[in-house]
């Protein structure tokens, strides 16, 4: 499974768009770059999941260049509830599907 | 629709007794997982079953843990008996059959606050 490399932290201010990027330099091609979110005294997650190029939901927008090596996390206009620890993980698409969780980002929103 | 439940929320035991934790997946999730966070480490992978076949337990750190899926339903770990290096958060999650395009999407509970005295 290909290592990945995010911020350890990152401070925002309440409405203001936040993106947080992620380097997996060794990444396969068969592997899909997936997003978690977790709250304190909570499980993860799941927020976003894509291939290559841009993927958009209700919740956040996920960018990959053409070269994959990196993808980024972008959640529009911020609130504070959405202070908790990002994930990015990568995964090559097996039958297991089991997680691999590295240290996250802490994203703290200010009022 | 309910969530992954997880029971107790928190437990405390002594060193060398045994604890058992319950995850009850979502209704028709023949992925069920194990996952646990030690303290000021990462969150780790243990084990995963598909209904009640376990399809990788490379996780598991020993033999003092002992995991189980009666029925494809409901899951228990087992830690026995409990060594202190055991404390941590055991969180559980489940996953419908990947039938369709490959999705990581996994539905995770509140967690178990195992503390081991």
Redo the contacts between chains.
């Keep these: 499974l290909a290592k990945t490399t995010q911020p350890i932290s990152m401070d925002s201010y309440e409405g203001q768009e936040v993106n947080i990027t992620c380097s997996h330099n060794n990444i396969a091609t068969n592997d ?1 770059i ?1 997003w978690y979110q977790q709250f304190p ?6 927020i976003i ?1 894509g291939y290559k190029t841009k993927v958009t939901n209700e919740v956040a927008s996920l960018f990959i260049p053409a070269d994959r090596k990196s993808s980024t996390l972008s959640l529009p206009r911020v609130s504070l509830s959405d202070t908790a620890v990002y994930y990015c ?1 990568v ?1 090559d ?1 097996g ?9 996250g980002t802490q994203l703290t929103v200010l009022p | 629709e309910a969530g992954v439940t997880q029971f107790p929320s928190h437990s405390v035991i002594e060193k060398g007794q045994t604890v058992t934790l319950r995850c009850d997946p979502i209704s028709g999730h023949d992925n069920l997982y194990w996952y646990r966070r030690v303290m000021g480490k990462e969150i780790k992978f243990l084990l995963h079953f598909v209904k009640e076949s376990k399809q990788d337990e490379s996780g598991m750190p020993n033999n003092r843990f002992l995991a189980e899926r009666t029925g494809g339903t409901y899951s228990t770990l087992k830690v026995q008996p409990a060594e202190l290096e055991d404390s941590g958060v055991y969180f559980c999650a489940s996953s419908q059959d990947g039938t369709g395009p490959v999705s990581y999407e996994q539905y995770f509970g509140p967690g178990t606050r195992l503390t081991v005295t």
């Design positions: 899909y997936t005294s909570q499980g993860p997650r799941f999941q993980l995964g698409g039958s297991a599907r089991q997680l691999t969780f590295g240290s």
